[in-house]
Nanobody
Framework: QVQLVESGGGLVQPGGSLRLSCAAS????????MAWYRQAPGKQRDLVAT???????NYADSVKGRFTISRDNVKNTVYLQMNTLKPVDTAVYYC?????????WGQGTQVTVSE
């Protein structure tokens, strides 16, 4: 099955930057549609950004102009570059894959934006 392992979360001050990584198992990563979601305590899990197998991207309005999703098919990895971070961005960030076997979730990585 497809396994997703996230890394790169941590504590950052408002206005700072972080880059999240999601490494995927399997030999057909290039055809997976990938996404990042986030979930704050007591809130719903919300879609942050998507990237298709062809490289087409889409973003939630709240992160447009600040976040960039990208993928490296050689490394089987999807990234989320987060700039100009705000306290409202604080959440657990989850990687998601849509693949021929179904869907997969990563374990989540904590992002905290605070003074």
């Amino acid at each position: 099955q497809v396994q997703l392992v996230e890394s790169g979360g941590g504590l950052v001050q408002p206005g700072g930057s972080l880059r999240l990584s999601c490494a995927a198992s399997g030999s057909m990563f290039s055809i997976y549609d990938m996404a990042w979601y986030r979930q704050a305590p007591g809130k719903q899990r919300d879609l942050v950004a998507t990237i298709t197998s062809s490289g087409t991207t889409n973003y939630a309005d709240s992160v447009k102009g600040r976040f960039t999703i990208s993928r490296d098919n050689v490394k089987n990895t999807v990234y989320l570059q987060m700039n100009t971070l705000k306290p409202v961005d604080t959440a657990v960030y989850y990687c998601h894959a849509h693949h021929p076997y179904g869907t997969s979730w990563g374990q989540g990585t904590q992002v905290t934006v605070s003074e």
